[in-house]
């Protein structure tokens, strides 16, 4: 599938051909099944469980969950944003209650700690009504001792996946591989080194990193779309 492996700092596994480039997939379902091919080439066969980041995440891992025949759930984890805009973020947090952040950040913009774990606290309570409204209770325990691939459709800054990172450990994940189409160069630095993999088709680098710049279509992705795709998922599973 990729006829140019390669790895970085020891965990980190790209793709030379689809790397450093815009615009490579055609949108969030062709990345998916890119995604899945190139996450077999590098671990071959996979036990355990796709677990999609609501809610952009979740159309690629529906993809990859159908194409690797794996049992798919979703994740939610809340971006801790700069008050000036909803769509930057300096930290994220979990529904129970991680929170990860960017300190210097933070004080650049006069926050501190306390401030940091108030406005985390608040988030917190949007990530737990959006999990009980995409999977109806917030336990992940039957996720203990098992292995997971966590999935999101970009890495930007990296905190996002640090805190499912986190989140799965502290559910007892035994490995998380964390598998997504596009990552820049210090975002999947940062993640690999919570990780036990990365495996990013189109890694990039320079100063205006923006996940979108790998899809020619884009969009936000709605809570309606990830509700539909966990059903079509469920009634795919229902017909194997």
Request: hydrophobic residues 45%; aromatic residues 12%.
């Amino acid at each position: 599938m990729c006829s140019n492996l390669e790895v970085a700092s020891g965990n980190i596994y790209y793709c030379d051909d689809y790397s450093w480039k815009y615009y490579v997939f055609r949108d969030r379902l062709d990345a998916g099944l890119l995604q899945a091919l190139f996450t077999r080439q590098v671990i071959g066969v996979f036990d355990g469980y796709v677990l999609g980041l609501a809610a952009g995440g979740v159309p690629v891992a529906y993809v990859m969950a159908v194409e690797l025949r794996l049992p798919l759930d979703v994740i939610v984890v809340k971006k801790i944003t700069y008050p000036w805009t909803t769509e930057a973020g300096f930290g994220a947090v979990t529904v129970d209650g991680i929170i990860v952040y960017d300190k210097d950040a933070a004080k650049s913009i006069g926050y501190s700690d306390s401030d940091v774990l108030a406005r985390g606290s608040n988030v917190r309570r949007y990530a737990i009504e959006r999990t009980l409204k995409f999977r109806g209770n917030l336990s992940y325990d039957f996720l203990r001792g098992s292995n997971a691939l966590l999935v999101d459709d970009g890495i930007a800054t990296g905190y996002t996946m640090i805190a499912a990172i986190r989140m799965l450990r502290n559910n007892g994940v035994k490995t998380v591989i964390v598998s997504t189409p596009t990552a820049s160069i210090d975002g999947a630095l940062i993640v690999a080194k919570e990780a036990d993999k990365v495996i990013v088709l189109n890694l990039r680098s320079g100063p205006f990193y923006a996940v979108a710049d790998a899809y020619r279509e884009w969009h936000d992705v709605s809570d309606d779309e990830v509700l539909n795709y966990l059903r079509l998922y469920r009634e795919r599973v229902r017909l194997i």
